[in-house]
């Protein structure tokens, strides 16, 4: 048993992991960056090991044994008790270092890249950040994370969700294009040409809320020439004559201080959105993490004014 032990690796438990949640051993080979020869061979001197076969391997697909079923969560467990280790040894070091991922929304993100980025190296020079940006919600139980940033309702129990800030959409259009194209009330939004931000459910509803009257909303149906799943992009097209953009207030502040866009019809604009900083129970516990949180809380809220 001790020799067993002694000659196992970690690195057969995480495939063996890994070949489960992937669903098959391509997937997972692509996950971890080996090759798919070098899973199958680990994969079975686990089962050699422990003397149990804890998958049925076929040409079109893995099913996990019942044996294999059994022991998934106790490897889980120890894979997740040999990273707790690493951590604690990594917080007694006196300065942060490693790699931090964070997830991010592109628009909101872009801004998080230029400023809040450099912040954080030039104080913890050690530290190296590294981001994915993505309008849908990365999995922040995939250890590929570190953290994230979130807009809207958080539904996961599972996570740490730190309120940021939160944003109303507005209205907005060049000098240039009002001088031909007036807004002068809502019902004008209908005969103008609407820039609209395209997503995976993309909608031509801009849906406004009075300033006066919260309880006071309008389900606007707009049309336009162009539409695009990026909210900078809009906004550059609206700064070049284009049309009107429904878009986040803190991406057209700078904007409408250097007069180039006009914040239009200011008793119209959204709901609030609500910005989290979202990560796993516990990853504030290690060190290089919780040296980036800490500082996302105290300056990210900044980046949505």
């Not at 400023?115 to 590294?130: A, D, E, G, W």
Request: hydrophobic share 45%.
């Amino acid at each position: 048993m001790i020799l067993k032990l002694r000659t196992m690796s970690f690195m057969e438990l995480i495939i063996f992991v890994e070949v489960v949640r992937c669903g098959g051993i391509t997937a997972a080979s692509q996950k971890l960056g080996i090759a798919k020869s070098a899973v199958s061979s680990q994969l079975s001197k686990l089962e050699d090991r422990l003397g149990l076969k804890l998958l049925e391997r076929s040409s079109r697909r893995i099913a996990v044994t019942i044996e294999g079923k059994q022991l998934l969560p106790k490897i889980e467990s120890l894979i997740a008790e040999g990273a707790l280790l690493f951590q604690q040894a990594e917080l007694q070091s006196s300065e942060p270092s490693g790699q931090v991922s964070v997830a991010l929304t592109p628009d909101f993100g872009q801004r998080v890249v230029a400023s809040f980025f450099p912040y954080v190296t030039q104080r913890y020079p050690k530290i190296s950040l590294i981001c994915k940006f993505n309008y849908q919600f990365e999995d922040m139980q995939d250890t590929a994370f570190d953290l994230g940033v979130r807009i809207g309702t958080i539904n996961d129990e599972n996570l740490v969700a730190h309120k940021l800030g939160e944003f109303r959409r507005v209205l907005v259009a060049s000098e240039q294009y009002l001088e031909h194209h007036p807004i002068n009330d809502i019902e004008d939004l209908k005969k103008v040409n609407c820039l609209i931000f395209s997503s995976r459910h993309n909608s031509r509803i801009w849906s406004l809320v009075s300033a006066e009257d919260e309880e006071r909303t309008i389900a606007l149906d707009v049309s336009g020439d162009i539409a695009a799943q990026s909210f900078k992009a809009l906004v550059d097209l609206c700064v070049a004559h284009h049309g009107v953009v429904y878009v986040p207030a803190f991406l057209v502040k700078d904007h409408i201080s250097k007069r180039q866009l006009r914040h239009i019809l200011p008793q119209w604009h959204s709901n609030l959105m609500r910005v989290y900083l979202v990560y796993r129970f516990g990853a504030d516990k290690v060190h290089r993490v919780k040296a980036v949180i800490d500082s996302a809380k105290t300056y990210l809220p900044g980046l949505l004014n």
